[in-house]
């Protein structure tokens, strides 16, 4: 990989103007070597190197779970961000489907081919491990945060089977948001997304005795229209377009904040529910489980970059 640069965690980022301030913009970056395949999921997201010296990986919107995944790796990464919880830079990439011309897998070539233009990247963080609360112990005020933020916004998919959290010098990392704010799938049911109770049994920080009272005290205040308005912003144009029943982009942004905003004030629907799981653990009512399943650890081994 290149020169490292400097690396975002918690907070603003380089090349973000923080939401409070205005609009928050990705940075744009010019894929120039696809380097190798990532078969962690069905989505087949690929390492990337790109004109700024950095190694990203690269979600494809040609992809088959198409561009609302990215809309809602974008608004949820980004919501985190500002949130305060630590997460990789995401960026928009700029990709020319020639990249893949050499790659001898047939499947990678056609996503590629789909796939022309503006992409998303995440910050790939090189030797980061797959973070396991038992191997690297999280506090109840971050599991606390962490948890009522993925109760927010419907994430299922960081539970114990596949944490989706790195652990990269010394510090946690949220990844792969792509599975939340699920609403956008179905805009005529979204109402109910609303008062969805969320399933925490799984979570893979339940057993961190997540302190969800003072998440709720902090977080609660700070899911302002104008820190969704930042989120929502991030998002390209061209992954809002011609959706059913909106006039543009715009409105769909607009129901996005909509939405995540209700939840919040429902949260009477939903977070009762987080904190009888956290208890339930607390107290031994409920049994860990005894592995985190069979999957292999995300970014964990070296890659090399084939020449």
């Known amino acids: ?143 606390g945060r962490v948890l009522w933020f993925d109760a927010l916004v419907g994430n299922v998919d960081r539970s114990w089977r596949n944490a989706n959290m790195l652990f990269w010098h010394g510090a946690p990392y949220l990844i792969d948001h792509g599975a939340t704010l699920t609403f956008q799938h179905a805009w005529s049911a979204a109402q109910g997304w609303v008062h969805r109770p969320f399933d925490a049994a799984d979570h893979v920080l339940l057993g961190c005795a997540p302190d969800l009272d003072a998440a709720d005290a902090a977080l609660a205040p700070r899911i302002t229209p104008e820190l969704l308005q930042g989120a929502v912003d991030a998002v390209p144009d061209r992954w809002l377009a011609d959706e059913p029943g909106f006039a543009g982009p715009d409105d769909v942004r607009a129901a996005i904040v909509a939405q995540v905003l209700a939840r919040r004030d429902a949260r009477e629907a939903w977070l009762p529910g987080v904190k009888a799981a956290a208890a339930a653990r607390a107290d031994g009512r409920t049994e860990p489980p005894p592995t985190r399943g069979p999957k292999p650890p995300f970014r964990v081994a070296q890659r090399e970059h084939r020449a």
Request: aromatic residues 4%; contains cysteine.
């Open 1 to 143: 990989m290149g020169p490292l640069r400097d690396r975002p965690g918690a907070g603003a980022t380089p090349g973000h103007c923080p939401v409070e301030q205005g609009v928050w913009m990705l940075r744009h970056v010019t894929a120039i070597r696809y380097v190798t395949p990532l078969r962690e999921g069905g989505s087949l997201p690929g390492l990337m190197e790109a004109d700024d010296l950095g190694t990203y990986v690269v979600k494809f919107y040609g992809a088959g779970q198409g561009s609302k995944v990215l809309v809602a790796e974008i608004v949820s990464g980004e919501l985190a961000r500002g949130l305060g919880l630590p997460v990789p830079e995401l960026v928009t990439v700029e990709l020319d489907p020639a990249l893949g011309a050499s790659e001898p897998d047939q499947e990678v070539q056609e996503l590629l081919r789909a796939s022309p233009g503006l992409n998303l990247g995440i910050d790939f963080l090189p030797g980061a491990l797959d973070l396991d609360p038992r191997a690297f112990p999280v506090g109840p005020e971050l599991a």
